[in-house]
Each structure stands twice: as structure tokens, then as C-alpha cells.
């Protein structure tokens, strides 16, 4: 059994150079026969709703993808704070219809032979100084934005996606955090989380910092960094749980 995971492309068009970062990512998963699949969360920068040009915009990769769910790989797309409300769009192009393909909106668990993985976007470990915030959480992914997503158009749901995107991205600039400072939040979070939630592996992302650590217990945590960058994966097997180059 081979576990890889990806998280954090902020995919924005087809010509974006971290779009062919996923596609070999994809490929690379593929010729290496990994089994399990993590798609953590913000792949893509903005995906909000059942809408099909979403897939048009995107054919070859969630072609790669749907190849490897025909193989029978265990697929896990878990939402990002940048792509959400994305159940319908998954039914329209067939792969909700997979039993193994999973949607998740949250921290999940998977039975890895005798380990226990946890995988999550990584804004929810239940720390609010993770830029965990209401107005991500519950007003965005609620129900309200869900419906607004589903029948609003494309245009429309691109544009407002397109302001809010850029909004959140200044934000970030603004406050001039300290690489160090949020690696040790995410650090200390994922502590919180295994007191809760006990597990030998856990794979998140969010912070776009590259991280691989034990906790006291022994338990390692993975963080997929910005693979757009550094083309490392999470990687996790029977004998090792690490950062690996997939390009
Ligand atoms: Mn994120």
C-alpha cells in the first residue's frame, strides 16, 4: 500500500504552471501504483459548485483522475477553503458513482494495514489561529452559499469567487506572519488534534509550509507545503511516512 497526497496548487487557469504540476503529480501516482490518493484541499484556486465548466477547463487531469478510480485507486478529494460545494459537481462527472472515491468536507480517517492516517485541509484541527474563521467555515460552506452556488451561473460564481480569492490572498500579506510563527501553530494544532483523534500518520496542508515531524506520542505529521514550488508529495507506506519528489 502507497499513500501520496497533494494540497495547496491554487490552480488558476490551464495555463497555470502549477496545473501541470498536477498532472504529474497525477501521472506520477499512476506509474508508481500508488493505492491511496489525497486531494487535500485548494488544488485548485477557485471550484465552488456543480458547475461543468469546470470540467471542461480542467479535462486532462480529472480524465487522469477518473483513470485511476476505473483502477480501483482509493481517491479522497477533501475540500479546501478555495474549492467547496463540490458533491454535485463530482455526481455530473461520474465519479460519486465510484465506491472508491470519497468527498470529504473534513478530517477523515483511513485504515492504512495496521496505521491509522488522518487527512484534513488543515484549517480544521480545531485551533482557531489557523485562519479557521466563521466566515469560512460556516457562512461560505454553509448551506446558503451551497444553494447560491448551485444556481448561480458559472460567470457569476467565477467573478464573486475571483474577488473573494484575491481578498483572502491580501489578507495574508497584510499581516506578515513569520514562516516560523504559523509552522508552530500548525504545529502545536496538530498536537491538540491527536488528543482528540489519535493517529499514526496525519497529512494536511493550508499553511503552504513544507513540515515533517513526530510528536512526544511518536506520531508523525506531514504538511504538503507548496508543491507548485518544491514538487514534493506526501508519501507514506509501510516503512517510511515522508516528503517525496514526484517531478
Ligand atoms: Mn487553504
Request: charged share 20%.
Amino acid at each position: 500500500m502507497k499513500f501520496a497526497s497533494i494540497s495547496d496548487l491554487h490552480i488558476k487557469s490551464a495555463n497555470d504552471p502549477s496545473y501541470e504540476m498536477f498532472n504529474l503529480f497525477l501521472n506520477y501516482c499512476l506509474e508508481q501504483e500508488i493505492t491511496h490518493i489525497g486531494l487535500l484541499g485548494d488544488i485548485f484556486d477557485l471550484m465552488i459548485g456543480p458547475h461543468l465548466e469546470f470540467y471542461h477547463d480542467f479535462k486532462p487531469a480529472f480524465e487522469l483522475i477518473r483513470e485511476g478510480l476505473r483502477k480501483g485507486i482509493k481517491i479522497y478529494y477533501l475540500e479546501g477553503n478555495h474549492d467547496f460545494h463540490l458533491e454535485g459537481f463530482f455526481r455530473l462527472i461520474g465519479f460519486t458513482k465510484f465506491p472508491n472515491f470519497t468527498y470529504s468536507k473534513g478530517a477523515t480517517s483511513i485504515q492504512f494495514g495496521h496505521k491509522i492516517l488522518y487527512i484534513s485541509h488543515g484549517d480544521d484541527l480545531g485551533n482557531s489561529s489557523l485562519g479557521y474563521n466563521i466566515y469560512s467555515r460556516f457562512i461560505l460552506r454553509g448551506r446558503f452559499v451551497s444553494l447560491l452556488a448551485k444556481i448561480a451561473p458559472y460567470r457569476l460564481v467565477t467573478g464573486i469567487g475571483h474577488f473573494w480569492s484575491n481578498h483572502s490572498r491580501m489578507n495574508k500579506k497584510q499581516k506578515h506572519l513569520n514562516d516560523d510563527v504559523i509552522r508552530q501553530k500548525f504545529r502545536d494544532a496538530t498536537q491538540q488534534f491527536w488528543t482528540k483523534k489519535k493517529f499514526d500518520v496525519l497529512i494536511i496542508g493550508h499553511s503552504h509550509l513544507q513540515d515533517s515531524f513526530a510528536l512526544s506520542q511518536g506520531a508523525i505529521v506531514l504538511n504538503n507545503g507548496n508543491p507548485a514550488n518544491t514538487r514534493l508529495c506526501a508519501y507514506v507506506d509501510a516503512q517510511r511516512a515522508a516528503l517525496i519528489a514526484f517531478a
